[in-house]
Antibody, heavy 116, light 106 residues
Framework: EAQLEESGGGLVTPGGSLRLSCEAS????????MNWVRQAPGKGLEWVSS????????FYGDSVKGRFTISRDNAKNLLFLQMNSLRVEDTAVYFC?????????WGQGTLVTVSS | SYELTQPPSVSVSPGQTASITCSGD??????VSWYQQKPGQSPVLVIY???KRPSGIPERISGSNSGNTATLTITGTQAVDEADYYC?????????FGSGTKVTVL
């Protein structure tokens, strides 16, 4: 069964950095675009970033542009999100999602808390 | 930036029909997906490319998209359908989610 598993969340102070990982299994990771989506406590879904299968096309939401970097390692079936200059408003559960033009597979999410 | 607008909440009696709208400029020209999210769980794709259902999604869930409005319809609503629902579209090199609609089955 295809699965995604995020890791790397935790508590970080404002201005700090964190790197999230998403491990894919039981599907051909290298053929899919991938995304990060976040959800602040009690709030809706917010798309964060996407990367195509070969890392040729990368897009970011306005709220994270210039601070977050998405990347992937197809040989290791891993997706990453490097988050720098973190703000309190970045506090959220971060999901990775497989992109088939729709998000047809989601991980369970990892919680990032930005607080002093 | 492109925005998708959903009603915050919809209430429906068991067995009745729930309709959730998603509005955006010329939304009918884009493909819309819908996701169901229950408390403490990850979102689940329930409709893609406006009208298609992934395997395992019951036939009582359907979608349409025309003009400026996409609609998710749940016919014969059951208690298990109580959840938050989000529409999504791709616009101007960005993915956009709607604000979400909480469906309550009374």
């Amino acid at each position: 069964e295809a699965q995604l598993e995020e890791s790397g969340g935790g508590l970080v102070t404002p201005g700090g950095s964190l790197r999230l990982s998403c491990e894919a299994s039981e599907f051909t990771f290298s053929t899919y675009a991938m995304n990060w989506v976040r959800q602040a406590p009690g709030k809706g879904l917010e798309w964060v970033s996407s990367i195509d299968s070969a890392s040729n096309s990368i897009f970011y939401g306005d709220s994270v542009k210039g601070r977050f970097t998405i990347s992937r390692d197809n040989a290791k079936n891993l997706l990453f999100l490097q988050m720098n200059s973190l703000r309190v408003e970045d506090t959220a559960v971060y999901f990775c999602a497989r992109d088939s033009a729709e998000f047809d597979l989601w991980g369970q999410g990892t919680l990032v808390t930005v607080s002093s | 930036s492109y925005e998708l607008t959903q009603p915050p909440s919809v209430s429906v009696s068991p067995g009745q029909t729930a309709s959730i709208t998603c509005s955006g400029d010329n939304l009918g020209d884009k493909y819309v997906s819908w996701y169901q999210q229950k408390p403490g769980q990850s979102p689940v794709l329930v409709i893609y490319r406006d009208t298609k259902r992934p395997s395992g999604i019951p036939e009582r869930i359907s979608g349409s998209n025309s003009g400026n409005t996409a609609t998710l319809t749940i016919t014969g609503t059951q208690a298990v359908d109580e959840a938050d629902y989000y529409c999504q579209a791709w616009a101007s090199r960005l993915y956009v989610f709607g604000s979400g609609t909480k469906v309550t089955v009374l």
